[in-house]
Structure formats: structure tokens, C-alpha cells
């Protein structure tokens, strides 16, 4: 499974990460940074919940940084 974290900066300066493999999982932070991490754990959380519950299969992963 592949997945990919992509941050916008916002008006306001705020960024936002988000997985978009997985619905749900979108961040902010006051640093592209703090939005990327905040996403990558809340995306892992996801997943985990999902193995879990019987929801999804253990797979190999790997996450990568979209290009701005």
C-alpha cells in the first residue's frame, strides 16, 4: 500500500496535510512540518484501527511527501 501526504498552505498561513488514500485522515499545523506529522500519525491510526476491526489486511507500506 502506498500512500502520499499532500499539503496546501492556506490563506490564513495555517497548512493542511492530508492522506488522500484514506478518507478522513487531514491535518493542520501551524508549519507544513507539524501538518505532515499530525497526518502521518493520525493516517497510522487509521490503518490500525482498520487491522483491528478485521477491516483491512496487513500490507506492505510505504508513505511519501507529494511535491508542492
Same mark, same amino acid.
Given at each position: 500500500?502506498?500512500?502520499?501526504?499532500?499539503?496546501? &498552505?492556506?490563506?490564513?498561513? !495555517?497548512?493542511? $496535510? @492530508?492522506?488522500? #488514500?484514506?478518507?478522513?485522515?487531514?491535518?493542520?499545523?501551524?508549519?507544513?512540518?507539524?501538518?505532515?506529522?499530525?497526518? &502521518?500519525?493520525?493516517?497510522? !491510526?487509521?490503518? $490500525? @484501527?482498520?487491522? #483491528?476491526?478485521?477491516?483491512?489486511?496487513?500490507?506492505?507500506?510505504?508513505?511519501?511527501?507529494?511535491?508542492?
Amino acid at each position: 500500500m502506498n500512500l502520499t501526504i499532500e499539503t496546501e &498552505q492556506e490563506d490564513d498561513g !495555517r497548512w493542511i $496535510a @492530508e492522506v488522500p #488514500e484514506l478518507d478522513g485522515v487531514l491535518a493542520y499545523g501551524a508549519t507544513r512540518a507539524e501538518a505532515m506529522a499530525k497526518a &502521518q500519525a493520525l493516517a497510522l !491510526r487509521v490503518l $490500525a @484501527e482498520q487491522l #483491528e476491526h478485521g477491516e483491512a489486511h496487513p500490507v506492505d507500506l510505504s508513505m511519501s511527501v507529494a511535491a508542492e
